[in-house]
T-cell receptor, first 111, second 115 residues
Framework: EDKVVQSPLSLVVHEGDTVTLNCSYE??????LLWYKQEKKAPTFLFML????IEKKSGRLSSILDKKELFSILNITATQTGDSAVYLC???????????FGQGTRLTINP | SAVISQKPSRDICQRGTSLTIQCQVD?????MFWYRQQPGQSLTLIAT?????????ESGFVIDKFPISRPNLTFSTLTVSNMSPEDSSIYLC????????????FGSGTQLSVL
């Protein structure tokens, strides 16, 4: 059964800190890994990763995938209170459109 | 990209009643997906809604409890039947866009509380 595990489950930091969120996975015939940010109800897309070692970057957020060790990290630098959210990691297998989600990391940024 | 309109945004329902959630997409899509997120939990796939055929349900979810309609390529409904407090969750519809820019887009979500 496909499985995604995120760590930590919860993280509280001060504004300006840098955080690293982790996502490890087990999936048959891996195709891609996606990161989402969930502030209220609907998750919003951040990144989609398919190849190892290629960093995706958007402003203060960046992510990278290691297909050999089966994990991904999401980095947020110079955190702001608006970064407070649940960050979700999901994987999709070859030939499938269904995503399997991890438990999420609840990130709280204190001013 | 895809724009997905979902309604209602939230509802408070009595035990034993049913609620139908609607999802409208601004483009034609082959598959639509319905997820549930129980309080403090991650997203769990309920079923895949296929146009012109019956929905495909994941383990632990059955058609009698969560009937789904998919009358055309831009619309789907999910009904939560005979509700109990355990059905209190966020329900999300989503569509998957494939190709080189693949991603899963979500509707705005329905916050359901069952008393």
């Amino acid at each position: 059964e496909d499985k995604v595990v995120q760590s930590p489950l919860s993280l509280v930091v001060h504004e300006g800190d840098t955080v690293t969120l982790n996502c490890s996975y087990e999936v048959t015939n891996f195709r891609s890994l996606l990161w989402y940010k969930q502030e209220k109800k609907a998750p919003t897309f951040l990144f989609m990763l398919t190849s190892s070692g290629i960093e995706k970057k958007s402003g203060r957020l960046s992510s990278i995938l290691d297909k050999k060790e089966l994990f991904s990290i999401l980095n947020i630098t110079a955190t702001q209170t608006g970064d407070s959210a649940v960050y979700l990691c999901a994987v999709v297998a070859q030939g499938a459109q269904k995503l399997v989600f991890g438990q999420g990391t609840r990130l709280t940024i204190n001013p | 990209s895809a724009v997905i309109s979902q309604k209602p945004s939230r509802d408070i329902c009595q035990r034993g009643t049913s609620l139908t959630i609607q999802c409208q997409v601004d483009s034609q899509v082959t598959m639509m997906f319905w997820y549930r997120q129980q309080p403090g939990q991650s997203l769990t796939l309920i079923a895949t809604a296929n146009q012109g055929s019956e929905a495909t349900y994941e383990s632990g979810f059955v058609i009698d409890k969560f009937p789904i309609s998919r009358p055309n390529l831009t619309f789907s409904t999910l009904t939560v039947s005979n509700m109990s407090p355990e059905d209190s969750s966020i329900y999300l519809c989503s569509v998957y866009t494939g190709g080189t820019n693949e991603k899963l887009f979500f509707g705005s979500g329905t916050q359901l509380s069952v008393l």
